[in-house]
């Protein structure tokens, strides 16, 4: 039987400044393909390209990834600042009441990263334009020159809520992440549930409260190393679980894989005269 399908949140990116393309990492295709056992898909995430009742139609969970561009804090009532960096607003329409739609249908999604970010905006929350700059805070940033191993480092310890999903989940209340973030949740969005902190107190992992859908997010990179760190195979692998299930109550057609057949020599086409 065909897989579920999982839309990605596709980034926009200019090719040499002269071609417009939605794009996502292989990576994140590679988590959601052998990790969560779904078949991943780019979505183009342009309003003018997609509306969000078809995407909820024709996608059974969402994976809201992260990207240079930021949300725009004109969706947080903030006003924009060098600090807060770029913006992708396309993304934003699309993103923002796609999150929240899906919140109250129940539908699964995951977020990375600004995805995480997305999720408490969606609901309300405010963000922090550049996390290194509060006091008693580390940098989270990516080493500026560094080698995609330094890059994707466990050298950040997250703690979860003693008793909380992310425990229960995990079946421990500190892990090592990753850190790969310049901008970070102030105020958390209405019912979204901080429930993982780094150690200079910044949010890394929340959920939605109430929802009755997987709306686990996590501030981190899981899907550099999906398929060998536990920490990120448990994630994907319970978002996989959830999307797949969402798929067998939802009574969406699931097509049987077609066995390539050679042609029938009938059906050949007849090869013109010279």
């Known amino acids: 039987m065909a897989r ?10 200019m090719i ?3 071609y ?6 292989y990576q994140t295709s590679q988590a959601v393909s052998k990790v969560a056992d779904c078949t991943p898909v780019i979505i183009p995430t342009d309003p003018d390209l997609v509306g969000i009742e078809e995407l909820m139609t024709h996608f059974d969970g969402f994976l809201f990834t992260g990207g240079r561009p930021n949300v725009h804090p004109e969706e947080y009532g903030h006003e924009e600042t060098e600090a807060h960096g770029t913006f992708d607003r396309a993304r ?3 993103v923002l ?9 129940g539908q699964p999604y995951f977020g990375v990263c600004r995805g995480f970010q997305e999720v408490s905006v969606a609901f309300g929350g405010t963000l922090h334009p550049e996390i290194r700059d ?3 805070r580390m940098n989270h940033r990516m080493p500026p020159e560094g080698t995609f191993e330094e890059i994707s480092e466990l050298r950040q310890r997250v703690s979860f809520t003693d008793g909380g999903v992310f425990h229960r989940l995990l079946g ?3 892990v090592m992440t990753n850190t790969l973030h310049g901008q970070g949740v102030m105020e958390p969005g209405e ?3 901080i429930d993982g902190v780094a150690d200079d107190s910044t949010p890394e992992a929340l959920y939605v409260r109430d929802a009755p859908g997987f709306t686990l997010s996590v501030q981190w990179h899981p899907e550099f190393n999906a398929t060998d760190d536990p920490v990120s195979r448990t994630l994907f692998g319970a978002f996989g679980k959830a999307v797949r299930a969402w798929a067998g109550q939802s009574g969406r057609p699931v097509l049987k894989k077609r066995l390539m057949r050679p042609a029938r020599q009938g059906c050949q086409a007849k090869k013109r005269p010279a």
Do not use: C, K, Q, W
């Open 92 to 94: 934003d329409r699309v």
């Open 191 to 193: 019912r979204v549930v």
């Open 16 to 18: 040499t400044d002269t």
């Open 97 to 105: 009441p796609l999150i929240r739609a899906l919140t109250e249908r």
């Open 134 to 136: 509060l006091p008693g």
């Open 20 to 25: 417009h393309v939605h794009a996502g990492g």
């Open 4 to 13: 579920p399908i999982v839309g990605i949140i596709g980034n926009s990116h």
């Open 172 to 174: 421990t209340t500190r």
